[in-house]
């Protein structure tokens, strides 16, 4: 009981995450009917705004240190970064130990500027060019981002740790009267799960009860009736790219202290976060987010060591199996509409 | 016309073909038919380095391809020689190999054994090259070690510690210097005990492929003769980056220790889960939960950060290690590069100044008369203190090093710290236990 | 000829004298000077073209022709490559049972997985294809690994029982043949500075591209390649007529799947190693995008769009920075250095960059891919021959299209 209600749990972190992910993607190809392969690269780019905010804020210069030595057996350089100058060693540290929550406020000016020269640039001009061909530029366009994230930060995964307030755990099941140390659940997952669960509120509340949504929702639904009457839907749908963009941006600056960054984490998102959407129905929001949900539960659920005695590897295939047996038997997923590609 | 089973294009290339653009279509002969696969006949000689270049491996294999550049630089009497003063063996003269100038010609591996035989396939058809090395897998390994055994060229195996790679799948054209899964189980289980008692329970997370298996049976059957108990050992997906589903219910199954039989993003995504889920804080049992990594790499140290602190594993070597040939190699690679080698950089340089050294021993770039060389060869000075090759199975036997999280690390390159110098006496196995059969050396052609 | 017209027979010959002169035209550089570095025409590379072009052949029979996009064609491929091996590993080193089974084995995995995915249409038909394919890679990388090799892969080994084989010379490796004529061996031929390899492998795999892509053109001229044509453009129309077009679909999926089972078998007999991240999500979107880059629905577009990815991953790669500074040596220090900078970045280990970049090119300017490119420049010549200094003509063609 103890184990499934850990699994569980477990699972929501892991949904949240996935639901994220989609969740984007979903805005862009409900509005802008758009396959969008450079996805996975926006969660990348998010995740390596957290990384650059902390290579911003360590920017050091070095002092000789003559007590010790380097591995050469010159005397030791030491970096000291500019905010301890500014702002004194203990603000300093403190500045820098916050840098992922505060790349926060750093990456959506960022992403929604990325998102939006994508849409002008690229994208707009393939809106009525076949799916293949925009799976060409996209996935062409996704190489290309992280080739320039490999460039200049290399390929190793790159340590972003979540603020000291918030590494270790709580004993969850204690709280619930379960013994000790058989629920922990760790802060920052806690965190994470909290704050997806906003940004999710958020873009529902804003479609459905602000005019821009509607019409939005509107263009969604019948793309040319909205442009006739008068209404500007691209530049909306610019809009809503940059949104989009940011969205799967912040999911990814809060995804650094769980994943150490690198430049590849989006390519091996983009397949799971396609999986998701098309799980969760095409053009649906919400199937969206339940898909999420729903597929990281159960690949916790598979995780567990008692289900691997019985099905050996199970947890190597079970996204894919609920995909399958999902699409067999519900033909437009959990919650597609009709009609939307499915030609 | 010349029929051949693999092109002689080094013969070619090397042999100087001034009147390059003659119209007169005039059909070339091949000499007596050479004695081996890309024999050398001009004035250099090319081997190939096949790194991975794209994808997670990209950085180690750049280190890699360093190391190689210097040993060329090396070899070819450039630099200030590194390890060549160190070594035991006098052979090399500096002049090349042979009096031959080293060339070299890279390609990408991607870590992915299609591509790393396809790019090594180019190196001895395209450039000639008649000794194939590098690489961060196993699989890599394996497979670019079986195609070098059939086109008849020598492999000096890079960074790859799977038991398979000298066990099951061994060649007689392929040596291997690094050490294997084997050795870390042997090695890492009497520091463990000490560390942290006889009566520890264990609890495996292990990569699902090849190396995860042998890593995983190596430790555990050296811990648990020990007096350790293994409470579970579970399978993890390669493409998994989330480890909390696996990481959560470690607590609750009653074990006290977390062995992480991972490798590259895979352990710097499970350690970091690991320390976020608080474990190193727990005390189970009575006793302070730990973790442990059975391999560990500067690629993954550095990923991993602040979360490897005092946690124990085994390396190769370390730039650290007090020994002349060490220090002679850190000085050039650091004064060239303005950083300490990896472990998978010094693996690499060592296996091509052993290739080098080989052929001068030898006098033939004969793969057969270079393995004959390197068979049962015994060195000392580059790094490893007394090493053996061993004849039965091409792997090199050395000391192991047992290293810990460092504290206070005095750069990024400065995370691991030297814990025990493993005897080699304590990690040498006997040859058969792993099955395979080595096969006779092809000299191709 | 064969049954074809004069333009399709045409199209044939073309290829078949390209391929028989591969070796000739892809070495265009005499040896040891700075160009050489841009030759491909070394067997495994030439052999990587025509097994790739057959693969992207078939992927084109199924996409191009009714549009339905599988992202898990890479599985057939593997699956191909695993039954070839073991019939090797098992039967004999002939080449022939290998790639026999490799087809079989392939074609009756896609047709289980066809049945099932062509259920659904659309994109729902390219996730259902996609997680057969990832859960094929996900289980030979481990749980599968006594029969896949896991890991490390399946090779050949002296100890292997081969019954139909005589035992092996002491000494001797298992090889890859055509009734005694191994797969590696070649003549080479030197004509002044260049140097020709003629390659055994490289003929066979070329002489069955030829038979596959002759199959292909006798497919898309057939009454059937018209009924997948109708699938693609207007499937509910086909159906109202009283036609089921899923038996057609379930034809086309099955035959892709065994023209990726021969490329697998092909590329077993000519490399004999098989590894499962053959089967890996990106080897399907490679024959996506090898498919899309040369231009879907043409005949001889996935074949080249396979020879550009194929090029660029083997020679790109390949070029470091040592090559570069020799090939700059001509010029002043600085200058070098700086040119050198500028385009180290898109060469050796930034070629994907440069693969990256050239898809967004040719999707943004060539909607038609590189088939496109190639008819433009054959416009262009016409054009000028024609008309001489007409603008008009040559103007409304190579307009990018948005």
């Given at each position: ?5 850990l699994q ?48 911003i ?7 000789i ?59 707009r001009?393939?809106y ?5 061909d925009?799976?060409?530029v996209?996935?062409g ?11 200049y ?12 307030a918030?590494t ?11 013994e000790p140390?058989?629920i ?7 965190v ?5 669960a ?6 529902f ?28 839907i ?11 963009a ?13 994943t150490s ?29 339940l898909?999420?949900?729903l ?46 590609m499915?030609? | 016309?010349?029929?051949?089973d ?8 090397t ?14 002969t ?50 200030d020689?590194g ?7 006098k ?37 000639g ?12 390994a ?5 195609l ?32 294997n ?7 890492l289980?009497?520091?463990?005990a000490?560390?942290?008692g006889?009566?520890?329970k264990a ?15 190596a ?8 007096g350790?108990?293994?409470v ?64 560990y ?30 220090q002679?190699f850190?000085?050039s690679?650091g004064?060239?590069?303005?950083f ?14 052993l290739?080098?050294?080989a052929?001068?021993?030898?006098g ?12 049962g060869?015994?060195?000392?000075g580059?790094?490893?203190?007394p ?7 091409h792997q090199?036997?050395k ?23 493993t005897?080699?006496?304590?990690v ?12 006779a050396?092809?000299p191709?052609a | ?26 070495n ?53 490559s ?13 080449v022939?049972?290998?790639i026999v ?6 074609g ?20 259902l294809?996609?997680?057969?394919a990832q ?6 990388y ?14 050949p ?14 000494g ?5 043949n ?9 003549y080479?031929m ?7 390899t ?19 053109i ?25 036609l089921?077009a ?20 092909l ?5 004999t ?22 231009g879907a ?13 194929k090029?660029?991953e ?11 500074h ?24 930034g ?14 300017f ?7 490119g190639?008819?433009r ?18 103007g409304?063609?190579?307009e990018?299209?948005?």
């Amino acid at each position: 009981m103890d184990a499934l209600l850990l699994q569980f749990l477990n699972g929501l972190d892991k949904g949240s995450a996935y639901a994220l992910i989609a969740l984007g993607l979903t805005l862009i190809f409900g509005t802008l009917g758009v396959v969008n392969f450079a996805h996975g690269a926006l969660f990348m780019i998010g995740a390596f705004c957290a990384v650059t905010l902390n290579r911003i804020l360590t920017l050091s210069h070095e002092v000789i240190d003559e007590t010790r030595t380097d591995f050469l057996g010159n005397p030791l350089k030491v970096d000291v970064p500019y905010v301890y100058d500014i702002f004194g060693e203990a603000t300093g540290a403190a500045i820098i130990d916050w840098s992922v929550p505060l790349a926060i406020l750093f990456a959506i000016p960022v992403m929604i500027g990325v998102g939006v020269a994508m849409e002008r640039g690229l994208i707009r001009h393939f809106y009525k060019r076949p799916h293949a061909d925009q799976i060409l530029v996209t996935f062409g366009l996704a190489i290309v981002l992280q080739e320039i994230i490999k460039y200049y930060y290399g390929a190793n995964p790159i340590p972003t740790p979540a603020p000291a307030a918030f590494t270790g755990s709580f004993d969850f099941g204690a709280m619930i009267g379960f013994e000790p140390n058989t629920i922990i659940y760790p802060y920052w997952r806690l965190v994470y799960f909290c704050f997806a669960a906003v940004i999710i509120g958020a873009v529902f509340a804003f479609l459905q009860f602000t005019t821009f949504g509607m019409v939005v929702r509107a263009g969604m639904a019948d793309r040319e009736t909205v442009g006739l009457l008068g209404i500007d839907i691209d530049r909306r749908f610019t809009i809503m790219f940059g949104m989009a963009a940011a969205v799967a941006g912040l999911a990814g600056v809060m995804y650094a202290p769980i994943t150490s960054p690198n430049y590849h984490m989006g390519m091996d998102f983009l397949v799971l976060s396609f999986v998701v959407v098309v799980v969760g129905g095409m053009g649906s929001l919400p199937g969206a987010v339940l898909a999420g949900f729903l597929l990281g539960i159960l690949e916790s659920f598979a995780s567990m060591r008692e289900v691997l005695e019985i099905v050996p590897g199970l947890n190597q295939i079970i996204i894919y199996l609920v995909a399958i047996v999902i699409l067999l038997t519900r033909p437009r997923g959990l919650m597609g509409r009709k009609g939307v590609m499915e030609e | 016309m010349s029929k051949t089973d693999v092109s002689r294009r080094g013969v070619l290339k090397t042999s100087a073909v001034a009147g390059a653009g003659l119209a007169v279509p005039t059909i070339f002969t091949a000499q007596s038919a050479a004695a081996f696969t890309n024999e050398p006949t001009g004035s250099s000689v090319t081997l190939g380095f096949n790194v991975p270049q794209t994808g997670p491996y990209a950085d180690e294999g750049a280190d890699e391809l360093r190391a190689y550049e210097l040993a060329v630089e090396h070899l070819n009497g450039g630099g200030d020689g590194g390890m060549m003063n160190t070594f035991s063996s006098k052979a090399l003269q500096g002049n090349g190999i042979l009096g031959k100038k080293v060339e070299y010609v890279t390609g990408d591996t991607q870590t992915k054994s299609d591509a790393a035989r396809a790019s090594a396939k180019s190196m001895i058809e395209k450039d000639g090259a008649v000794m194939i090395t590098g690489g961060s897998s196993s699989g890599v390994a394996v497979a670019v070690q079986a195609l070098c055994q059939e086109a008849g060229v020598i492999f000096m195996a890079g960074l790859t510690h799977s038991n398979d790679t000298t066990g099951k799948d061994k060649k007689a054209n392929g040596f291997r210097h690094f050490f294997n899964s084997y050795m870390s189980g042997a090695a890492l289980a009497p520091i463990l005990a000490a560390n942290y008692g006889n009566d520890r329970k264990a609890y495996h997370l292990t990569a699902d492929y090849n190396w995860g298996y042998t890593t995983e049976e190596a430790v555990r059957n050296s811990t648990e003769a020990l007096g350790w108990d293994t409470v579970a050992a579970v399978k993890t997906p390669l493409t998994q980056t989330d480890f909390s589903s696996y990481i959560a219910p470690v607590l609750q199954s009653g074990a006290d220790v977390l062995v992480l039989n991972h490798y590259g993003g895979n352990m710097v995504n499970s350690l970091t889960n690991a320390v976020q889920f608080g474990l190193r804080d727990k005390e189970v049992n009575g006793k302070n939960f730990e973790i442990v990594v059975p391999l560990y790499s500067r690629l993954m140290a550095r990923g991993a950060g602040a979360n490897v602190k005092g946690i124990f594993g085994s390396t190769n070597w370390h730039w650290s290690l007090p020994d002349a040939g060490t220090q002679a190699f850190v000085k050039s690679f650091g004064t060239k590069y303005g950083f300490p080698p990896s472990q998978a950089a010094h693996t690499c340089y060592v296996q091509a100044l052993l290739y080098a050294d080989a052929v001068e021993r030898a006098g033939s770039f004969n793969p057969c008369a270079v393995g004959e060389a390197l068979e049962g060869f015994q060195f000392d000075g580059m790094g490893n203190g007394p090493t053996l090759y061993r004849a039965a199975d091409h792997q090199c036997f050395k000391d192991v090093l047992v290293v810990k999280g460092k504290e206070n690390p005095t750069s990024e390159f400065d995370l691991l710290e030297i814990v025990e110098i493993t005897p080699v006496s304590q990690v040498t196995y006997d040859a058969s236990i792993f099955g395979g059969e080595l096969g006779a050396c092809n000299p191709g052609a | 000829m064969f049954g074809l017209n004069a333009k399709d027979t045409r199209l044939l010959i073309i290829v078949a004298i390209l391929t028989m002169l591969a070796p000739f035209i892809l070495n265009p550089f005499p040896e040891g000077s700075a160009m050489a570095q841009f030759n491909a025409g070394y067997p495994d590379l030439m052999q990587r073209f025509v097994i790739f072009g057959i693969f992207a052949i078939g992927f084109n029979i199924l996409f191009g022709l009714t549009g339905y996009l599988s992202f898990g064609h890479a599985a057939f491929l593997g699956v191909g490559s695993y039954a070839a091996i073991w019939m090797m590993k098992l039967l004999t080193m002939n080449v022939i049972p290998a790639i026999v089974m490799g087809v079989i084995v392939a074609g009756l995995f896609a047709l289980v997985v066809g049945y099932i995915s062509l259920r659904r249409s659309g994109i729902y038909f390219s996730i259902l294809t996609l997680a057969f394919a990832q859960m094929s890679f996900a289980l030979a990388y481990s749980v599968l690994t006594p029969i896949t090799g896991g890991e490390t892969g399946l090779q050949p080994k002296v100890l292997d029982p081969r019954i139909l084989d005589g035992p092996l010379a002491e000494g001797a490796t298992p090889k890859a043949n055509l009734f005694g004529l191994t797969m590696s061996s070649s003549y080479e031929m030197q004509v002044g500075g260049w140097l020709f390899t003629f390659n055994v492998g490289y003929y066979i795999a070329a002489i069955v591209m030829l038979v596959a892509f002759y199959l292909a053109i006798r497919l898309f001229r057939s009454p059937f390649g018209m009924m997948l044509r109708a699938v693609k453009s207007n499937q509910q129309r086909m159906n109202y007529t009283g036609l089921n077009a899923k038996p057609y679909t379930l034809a086309a999926f099955v035959i892709s799947g065994m023209y990726a089972g021969l490329a697998g078998g092909l590329l077993v007999a000519m490399d004999t190693q098989v590894g499962p991240e053959r089967m890996f999500w990106t080897a399907s979107g490679e024959v996506v995008l090898m498919t899309i880059l040369g231009g879907a629905g043409t005949l001889i577009g996935p074949v080249l769009g396979a020879g550009a990815i194929k090029y660029m991953e083997n020679i790109l790669s390949k070029i470091n920075s040592d090559i570069l500074h020799t090939w700059f040596a001509f010029l002043p220090d600085g200058l070098e250095d700086l040119v050198v900078t500028l385009i180290y970045p898109f060469i050796g280990k930034g070629w994907h960059l440069t693969l990256g970049i050239i898809f967004m090119l040719v999707v943004i300017f060539l909607p038609g891919g590189l088939v496109e490119g190639g008819q433009r420049i054959a416009a262009w010549f016409r054009g000028r021959k024609a008309k001489g200094s007409d603008k008009d003509a040559s103007g409304t063609t190579t307009e990018p299209a948005e």
